[in-house]
């Protein structure tokens, strides 16, 4: 869509190859959390993974982006990749796999559709805080050099695989032994 100039927005500018770095990135994000039962085995996430890289710097080449920054976003997208594997497999092992979908999709995608309607119709508006807008802004914020590279937000999807695993872990320790 950036190599056909496609704008997605109102105001968007010719030049819109330049925006090829974001939205990988955002895309990456995106797709990680709508696949995420697929990532209960480590193969799964690893092929993700390796797809992930030479998208992202194809996609850096193309929006003439400096390296470091394409390093810097797909390390963001990689950071939710294994924070999506992990969860997965520790949510497999309990009947809140949906939910940890549900929460998985809505705190990635819904941050970016949050930042879009405020861009679109409230222009006006302070900025969404990272930890709010979720790993999907975050990525494209990283990959648009809108912030520094603080390791704060990229933990965050750790933080989510780790509350999913502790709960599994809960779940297991009071199950009968048979």
Do not use: D
Not at 72 to 101: K, Q, T
Not at 110 to 118: F, M, S, T
Not at 140 to 168: D, G, Y
Request: aromatic share 10%; with cysteine; hydrophobic share 60%.
């Amino acid at each position: 869509m950036c190599a056909g100039r496609i704008g997605l927005w109102a105001t968007a500018p010719q030049a819109s190859e330049l925006f090829a770095l974001p939205m990988m990135a955002g895309v990456q994000i995106a797709a990680a959390a709508a696949i995420f039962p697929q990532f209960n085995r480590g193969t799964n996430a690893a092929m993700a993974l390796f797809a992930a890289w030479p998208m992202g710097l194809i996609a850096a080449t193309l929006g003439a982006a400096p390296i470091g920054t394409a390093v810097r976003a797909e390390i963001a997208v990689s950071f939710w990749i294994f924070a999506m594997a992990l969860s997965s497999s520790a949510a497999s092992a309990w009947r809140g796999r949906e939910i940890a979908w549900a929460i998985a999709l809505l705190w990635s995608v819904g941050g970016g559709v949050l930042l879009y309607l405020r861009l679109e119709f409230s222009a006006a508006a302070p900025p969404l805080p990272a930890s709010i807008a979720g790993p999907l802004v975050y990525a494209i914020r990283v990959a648009m050099q809108e912030t520094n590279s603080s390791f704060l937000p990229p933990l965050a999807p750790t933080a989510f695989s780790a509350v999913f695993f502790t709960i599994s872990q809960a779940r297991r320790s009071r199950a009968p032994v048979n």
